[in-house]
């Protein structure tokens, strides 16, 4: 029914940047929130950055000042801009569409995508 897909993750050396991109398609009637969120080896799926429809953004503490999220409600998609990435930041990033479907107004889901690696070299 809906589809969650990110792309944009790599590998970039210490300080570079990187855009992830995320879009949800299928039978969307509207999108309460996008965000993204980051899970190390061995450690837990943690927060990194989250918009509401309204445009409201949170952010974790980590990666204020160098990460920036940004939606396009039209295309129901979400960015991540990366800057001055570090190699704590590698991780698989997992964009979260909160999404209410034609028909269960009533009933926001979460949805996920596959995630896309980023790696930060040293």
């Known amino acids: 029914q809906v589809q969650v897909v990110e792309s944009g993750g790599g590998l970039v050396q210490t300080g570079g940047s990187l855009e992830l991109s995320c879009s949800a398609s299928?039978?969307?009637?509207?999108?309460?929130?996008m965000g993204w969120y980051r899970q190390a080896p061995g450690k837990q799926r943690e927060l990194v950055a989250s918009?509401?429809?309204?445009?409201?953004?949170n952010y974790a503490e980590s990666v204020v000042g160098r990460f920036t999220i940004y939606g396009e409600n039209a295309k129901n998609a979400v960015y991540l801009k990366m800057n001055s990435l570090k190699p704590e930041d590698t991780a698989v990033y997992f964009c979260?569409?909160?999404?209410?479907?034609?028909?269960?107004?009533?009933?926001?889901?979460?949805?996920w995508g596959q995630g896309t690696q980023v790696t930060v070299s040293s």
């Open positions: 979260k569409a909160i999404i209410r479907l034609n028909g269960l107004l009533l009933y926001p889901q979460d949805y």
């Open positions: 299928g039978n969307i009637f509207s999108i309460d929130g």
């Open positions: 918009v509401s429809s309204g445009g409201s953004r």
